[in-house]
């Protein structure tokens, strides 16, 4: 039924050029397939582990391809504390907040990071450098409290030492760019 | 299948009794006149289980089971009421109000509030759990419907009418634990989402998390402004919904009361939209004529804005077989602001179009850029809601049920019993059918009730001879059914006029309906269906019964418009649709 009021055609377009081959070769192989719906988590997966994160650009055209209701897609997205929805920072910041850590006062020195960078758990910087993310033990009680920024360790930090560490990877972030 | 239900014995309450099996505690203790306690439970909707109110005590289980969404079994035990069970039931609901919004004499829904209702009955009488209460921003972004989380219980009634009833699926609970928020994908506004703005959310929220966007506060200012001509416009179905407001039985027709009541308030024309609908009636006739002979058929009606925007969100490519008439709303604001303004010489933008809708969808509509004149001047100036009227008449002091009758006004307000039957499902077709059967034989009709149209319940479809043809017409209201219909006329399926509305019962039980007393469901088919009965009550009794037989029809066709289908009646009677983003997933 050609009426030129139909726009699918653009819609799917834009929606397989948003997530690229391998992500529709997947839906496509899923919608072959009975109930192929309740493959939206490995979806989701794919196109985090292709992404690194879900924007709603991506969530959008997953639900189109998939033809499950854009609320139900952004619902589970929303629901799983694995998806992230924000693009992650060039270097991720994991402070330990395991005992040994906490104990040594790692809630200070989350504290301090959270207010050098204005942004808190899960979140990602306005300049895309930093993404702040809480740990339960990296294994190197010995140094505790530890940071891991990228993955490179700091040992025995001190709120103090903060932003003289951030600054070290600011500058590196904007060599690299 | 095909075998007989297996019969289960239990006991509530010490009770003996024995109900099929597959039965729920809840319905199986229905039957001995116990009403369990519920909230996020609706019988027209999918289980849920996650309010946690109907809990019953079952003997042996250790814990409580939610009456709603256990099934009996043999020799089981069920307490429903016990100290401990009230207790537990009291503080859950006593949870839900420590993290609500208590401005209950603030609230719109003051009175009629589900979770008021249940707090009393519970026995809250006092708080002890104060503690973290969430805060979220209201969302006004919406022309008909407003969001305010902070009412929002998350009993996720409204995630599925949108999705079950509807089709829309444009609303699914964000986030998780005490974060959780309802709303459109991504969080979006409600203006950005695929909502169609059809208010079924507003109606099965037991609180006032979903609410209609205030209109009366510029009908006020409008009326107390001498500069103003203030004219008002009432839906068919509003006549037969508005005396419940004023504890009428449902069903009352109350047409005059209503006109009376709508000139105290300081109207200065009171019209009638049935008048609009007659034109459209005969607009469509002729639309349809046009299309037996060019196509595209079948012809899709397009009065129920809420359909016109799933249309154009989820259908587009149906767009072509939408009849491009006007609603009856929309036709007759026209008509104000044009040939009754000529007429009696006011200039139109002293005109203020006030139109009182079962319906919150039309509170978009109205602000379709397509129903503004060239100048910018908007045809209808506000939508009220019928619930929005029953406050401000209750608000005026006016005692609705005393009122002596009053008519509706000239030239305006003069219609055919075929424009009443417009606020219920299956109206339109039938409407349609009355004009287009002698448009078509040139005679007059052999008959008048096509009662074969007239069913409450959500799709029929039926064969009508009209002269030598036989007319294949569909009828659907709720969009989950409008879409089986869509889907069939996509596969190639023959049909020659399909009429849908919206809501569940058609405008009836539109989104802007009063909300119904306690202990009687929302969208209750008979409560809709005994609404419908009034209009058709007022149809039997004219004795001007077609559209094209109002005189104040006829005077507007030779006077103004120089006929069905002419120029001037395209110009001003019709209106165009387009494919709109986001589009939603069918």
Not at chain 2, 1 to 8: L, R, S, T
Not at chain 2, 73 to 82: A, L, R
């Amino acid at each position: 039924m050609s009426t030129g009021t139909d726009n699918w055609g653009q819609v799917e377009a834009a929606a397989k050029f948003v997530l690229g081959e391998a992500v529709v070769a997947l839906i496509e192989k899923c919608r072959r397939e009975p109930h192929g719906e309740s493959q939206l988590i490995a979806v989701l997966h794919k196109v985090q582990s292709q992404y690194g994160y879900l924007s709603e650009t991506h969530l959008d055209a997953v639900a189109q391809l998939m033809q499950v209701p854009a609320a139900t897609v952004s619902g589970v997205a929303s629901f799983y504390h694995f998806f992230r929805l924000q693009p992650r920072g060039k270097f991720v910041i994991n402070v330990c907040l395991g005992t040994a850590c906490y104990v040594k006062g790692a809630d200070r020195v989350a504290q301090k990071v959270i207010d050098e960078l204005g942004i808190t758990w899960g979140e990602t910087s306005k300049d895309g450098v930093f993404t702040l993310e809480a740990a339960r033990c990296l294994g190197t009680c010995g140094l505790a409290p530890v940071v891991m920024i990228g993955d490179e360790i700091h040992g025995d930090v001190t709120p103090d030492q903060v932003p003289a560490l951030l600054g070290k990877y600011l500058k590196k972030a904007k060599q690299r760019s | 299948m095909g075998k007989k239900k297996q019969k289960i014995s239990l006991k509530i309450d010490d009770v003996a009794i024995q109900v099929d099996a597959g039965t729920t505690i809840m319905d199986a203790a229905e039957n001995l006149g116990i009403r369990i306690p519920r909230l996020c439970y609706h019988p027209d909707l999918s289980l849920a289980g996650s309010c946690r109110v109907c809990i019953v005590d079952v003997k042996g289980m250790g814990y409580y089971l939610a009456a709603c969404s256990s099934q009996v079994w043999e020799g089981m035990e069920v307490q429903t009421n016990s100290p401990e069970i009230r207790q537990a039931r009291r503080d859950i609901v006593e949870l839900l109000c420590d993290n609500h919004n208590m401005d209950c004499q603030t609230c719109e829904r003051d009175g009629h509030c589900e979770l008021q209702n249940l707090a009393y009955s519970m026995g809250v009488r006092a708080r002890h759990f104060a503690g973290k209460r969430k805060r979220l921003p209201l969302e006004m972004s919406s022309h008909s419907v407003v969001r305010d989380s902070e009412k929002c219980v998350l009993c996720g009634r409204c995630v599925r009418v949108c999705a079950e009833i509807q089709g829309v699926h444009n609303l699914s609970q964000h986030g998780r634990g005490f974060t959780t928020v309802v709303g459109p994908a991504h969080m979006a506004n409600m203006d950005d989402s695929v909502c169609i703005q059809c208010g079924q959310c507003i109606n099965v929220c037991p609180t006032a998390a979903f609410l209609e966007k205030r209109g009366s506060s510029a009908v006020w200012e409008a009326i107390a402004n001498p500069e103003m001509h203030v004219v008002v416009q009432t839906a068919p179905s509003i006549r037969a919904a508005i005396g419940e407001g004023f504890g009428l039985p449902p069903g009352t027709p109350a047409t005059g009361q209503m006109v009376t009541a709508l000139r105290r308030l300081g109207f200065d024309r009171v019209f009638d939209t049935d008048f609009g609908a007659d034109l459209t009636i005969i607009e469509e006739a002729h639309e349809f004529l046009t299309r037996l002979k060019e196509g595209p058929l079948p012809m899709i009606t397009s009065c129920s804005p809420g359909w016109v925007s799933f249309m154009e969100k989820f259908y587009p490519e149906l767009i072509p077989h939408a009849s491009t008439c006007r609603s009856p709303m929309s036709m007759l604001s026209v008509l104000s602001k044009t040939y009754y303004a000529e007429k009696m010489g006011i200039d139109p933008k002293k005109i203020f179009m006030v139109a009182v809708m079962p319906c919150v969808a039309k509170k978009f509509e109205a602000r379709r850029p397509e129903h503004y004149m060239a100048d910018g001047t908007p045809y209808t100036d506000t939508v009220l809601t019928t619930r929005e009227l029953i406050w401000m008449i209750k608000c005026y002091g006016i005692n609705f049920t005393a009122l002596p009758p009053g008519e509706f006004d000239a030239p305006l307000g003069l219609a055919s019993g075929a424009g009443d039957i417009f606020g219920i499902t299956g109206g339109v077709m039938e409407a349609t059918l009355r004009a287009a059967s002698e448009l078509v034989t040139g005679k007059p009709a052999d008959r008048l009730d096509f009662t074969e149209v007239r069913d409450v319940r959500g799709l029929r479809e039926t064969y009508v001879a009209i002269g030598d043809r036989s007319i294949h017409v569909g009828v659907a209201n709720g969009l989950t059914n409008a879409k089986l219909l869509l889907d069939r006329i996509k596969g190639g399926e023959e049909f020659h006029v399909i009429e849908v509305m919206a809501c569940p019962g058609g405008c009836c039980g539109g989104g802007g309906q009063p909300y119904p007393p306690e202990g009687v469901k929302v969208l209750d088919v008979d409560w809709l269906f005994r609404r419908g009965k009034a209009l058709y009550t007022i149809d039997s009794g004219k004795t001007l019964r077609k559209s094209y037989e109002n005189p104040a029809i006829e005077e507007v066709y030779s006077s103004y418009l120089g006929g069905p289908g002419t120029e001037k009646a395209h110009e001003l009677l019709h209106t165009h649709y387009q494919a709109r983003q986001p589009r939603g997933v069918r």
